[in-house]
């Protein structure tokens, strides 16, 4: 008997041992990157910088013309836009950056990341760039900051582009309704590239689309220091509510982009919006046939094009 527990003692100390090893491991091989080493990978030409309130934010600037400004979607960093910037650039000036928690900009230091604190940064950087009126056009989470920009600041916004936008009432998401647990922030640390296949491919209805280098990407950009307790942070700020009456404030000319075959906000929004838009000068809508949640990646060239027909009547 003596014998059996003394082989089961080892045995416990073995799996223990193993199990010390392998978090060790996964910590080691998901550790932070140093932004430095992003830059020079992903930063790309005309990469620029600018202190915020306290937060560093990565933005390019390119093209000529009327400004308009895109932000991307959750998860994502501004690299999404890349067709889009080759598509408006010509008629356009075209600004996009990271939003905090993203890519190369990381986290903010207030750890905010309510829509007002977002509104609140993007107000900088605008008139850092000595914009004071602007088309803006915004993805999914991006899609938020847009609408809610241009309802808090209806005087500064010319036009506005909703793709896949979030806010209006869904059934309920039962993870977001609690509560997340502290230790939640620390096990983001733990996750190996290979998950993250899964959650790329769920939103989008081609799931090709979701090569290697781009599984990469989106995992090197979430290890950049900072990025996943910040992301922690965000989670935690998601915001309830009837959206309706912000966004009867909103005066710009809006169009409504939405993926038919989106699995995570139902096509019904679509009309739901265009209903609470009481106070635009104009809504237009398209829904793409066999489109999921991520439009500019799932069809780039279509939405840019349909994008800067919008915008060459809108501005005009």
Known sequence: ??????LLGKLFLLVMLALALGIAWLAWSNRDLPVAVLEARYGGD??????????ELRYKLEGQGPPVVLLHSHFYTMRMWQPWVDALSEEFTVVRYDLTSHGLTGPDPSEDYSRERGTDLLDGLLKHLNIERTALAGSSTGGALAWYYAARFPNKVNAL????????????????????PGWFGHLLYLLPESLFRPFLEAPVVDKSLITDELLHEFHSMYRREGNRMAEYHRLLAWERGDIRPTLARITAPTLVMWGEDNPQ????????????????????TVIYPDIGHVIPLEIPTESARDTRTFLREALQ
């Open 265 to 284: 906000l139902p096509v019904e929004h679509v009309a739901q919006y265009a209903d609470a838009l009481t106070g635009a000068a104009s809504v237009n």
């Open 46 to 55: 005309g990469l620029q910088q600018v202190k915020i309130d306290g937060v």
């Open 1 to 6: 008997m003596r014998q059996l527990v003394t």
């Open 161 to 180: 582009v909703l793709v896949n936008a979030p806010g209006m009432p869904r059934v309920t998401n039962k993870y977001m309704e609690k509560e997340l």
